[in-house]
């Protein structure tokens, strides 16, 4: 290799790559719980001086992913969710999903979420809030793009004992939806206090498994009170999303 070709190389892909890792990585710390940041802040948490964390901060702010609040911190703009929302648009549970959960909250009035696995966590996708009587307290702040520790949501257990049944089940053999406590699962609010929620898995397709949880103030509905009146139009939306992507 030349000596221009060595020096192209340390300085040209390998700065862009990193330029690009540390762009990425100063957009990621800005979070619900902490959604304003300063520039001495930045720095530190990116481990880079001030200098730099400013050079990317301008960048983010000049490609329209920041703005500046009065106090000269910065925050996201709605422009940041837009890569996520195409990508999540393209998902077949997506599309399917929205006119069936649509439909199941205007018969329950309650909360209704699609969700999938995204490692140890559960990450809510879709999410319509109820109307009916302490829904809107309980969801307040709360929406699409919500995680949470997988094992302490209905959904989450719904997905993690599908896709194992899936992977113990023949091939050829499709997975079934069943009534009844064979084929749901109920969260008892491990991971959300006030909430008891109460979930359906939907294999199809060859896409990821998918999860159709519904939710409720615990105070107002007991789990057997909870699958007594949700459990079969609860399976039907996920048997009617199961057949709309194929499985």
């Not at 060859?206 to 009170?225: G, Y």
């Amino acid at each position: 290799m030349s000596a221009s070709a060595s020096t192209a190389s340390a300085t040209g892909p390998d700065r862009s790559f990193r330029s690009l890792e540390y762009g990425l990585g100063l957009l990621r710390l800005f979070t619900a719980e902490r959604p304003v940041w300063g520039i001495a802040e930045l720095a530190r948490e990116l481990n880079v001086d001030s200098a730099t964390a400013h050079r990317y901060a301008a960048t983010c702010l000049e490609l329209g992913y920041l703005e500046q609040a009065l106090t000269r911190r910065y925050r996201l703009t709605r422009r940041c969710a837009e890569p996520g929302t195409a990508m999540l648009e393209t998902l077949a549970p997506m599309r399917a999903a929205r006119p069936l959960l649509r439909e199941l909250r205007r018969q329950s009035g309650r909360t209704v979420s699609l969700a999938i696995l995204d490692g140890a966590e559960v990450f809510y996708v879709l999410r319509l809030c109820g109307f009916a009587r302490g829904q809107h307290e309980l969801e307040e702040g709360l929406g699409a793009g919500l995680r949470l520790p997988a094992g302490g949501t209905a959904a989450g257990r719904a997905l993690l004992a599908a896709i194992d049944e899936i992977e113990a089940r023949p091939p050829e053999q499709p997975p079934p939806i069943q009534v009844g406590m064979g084929g749901l699962t109920v969260d008892e609010g491990a991971a959300r206090a006030g909430a008891r929620g109460l979930a359906v898995a939907v294999p199809g397709g060859t896409e990821a498994t998918s999860a159709i949880e519904l939710t409720v103030p615990a105070e107002f509905l007991s789990a057997a009170e909870l699958l007594a009146e949700f459990g079969e139009p609860l399976v039907a939306a996920g048997a009617a999303l199961q057949g709309a992507l194929g499985g």
